[in-house]
């Protein structure tokens, strides 16, 4: 369990729809990042939230955009639908961990939302 | 171009058998890096990862890898590999930061014969 959830689980759109995507996690996880990943591919980085403020992104165009809120909750939009960005999208989040005086960040990921686009 | 390849696209072992799985990358300066695993329909869960210090890190579940910097690779093993570790296995770097902003192999799927 890693405290990080999305919704919807799947989701259905067709061509030229917009879409808002899910994911809550827990208190402290201060950085949300978002991937794409197609059938039979690896994830990639779309973009990352730090403080409800972009903190860098990855070779998507700009109808993919973000929110993250200060209850730890973010959203993934995407505009203008194509067949393309049929896909797992992923969101995880990053918190602080301590191991004696050593800090370190943890990310943990969401189970993700399968998005098909028609 | 930052990239990571996993050579492989699938790996058959018998269960009880050894394992390795191939990564490869290219980074501008030494990363950090990662191996995740993914179950069908699930996330992605961190096996290990390895920031600096001693190359050979261990992970959960029995896997080890092992950051070779002259080669760029970071080969994941498991001495004795068990059915249920038939999964998809991703092998990520990010930069030197801990900011995990991640760049993924295409991963490798593992198949375990009984």
């Known amino acids: 369990e890693t405290g990080v959830t999305q919704s919807p689980t799947h989701l259905i759109k067709t061509r030229g729809q917009q879409v808002t995507l899910r994911c809550s996690s827990q208190s402290g996880h201060n950085t949300v990042s978002w991937y794409q990943q197609a059938l039979g591919q690896g994830p990639q980085f779309i973009f990352q939230?730090?403080?409800?403020?972009?903190?860098g992104r990855g070779n998507f165009p700009p109808r993919f955009s973000g929110l993250q809120f200060p209850n730890y909750s973010s959203e993934l939009n995407v505009n203008a639908l194509e067949l393309d960005d049929s896909a797992l999208y992923l969101c995880?989040?990053?918190?602080?961990?301590?191991?004696?005086?050593?800090?370190?960040?943890?990310?943990?990921f969401g189970p993700g939302t399968r998005l098909t686009v028609l | 171009a930052q990239s990571v390849t996993q050579p492989d696209i699938h790996i058959t072992v018998s269960e009880g058998a050894s394992l390795e799985l191939r990564c490869n990358y290219s980074y501008g300066a030494t990363p950090y890096l990662f191996w995740y695993v993914q179950s069908p329909g699930q996330g992605l869960q961190l096996l290990l990862k390895y920031f600096s210090g001693d190359t050979l890190v261990q992970g959960i579940k029995g896997f080890e890898a092992e950051f070779k910097r002259s080669q760029s690779s970071f080969n994941l093993r498991k001495p004795s590999v068990h059915w249920s570790d038939a999964a998809e296995y991703f092998c990520?770097?990010?930069?030197?930061?801990?900011?995990?902003?991640?760049?993924f192999g295409s991963g490798t799927r593992l198949l375990v014969r009984p």
């Open positions: 939230y730090y403080r409800e403020e972009e903190n």
């Open positions: 990520a770097v990010g930069p030197p930061d801990s900011s995990y902003k991640l760049i």
């Open positions: 995880a989040s990053t918190r602080r961990g301590y191991s004696g005086l050593d800090s370190y960040n943890e990310q943990f």
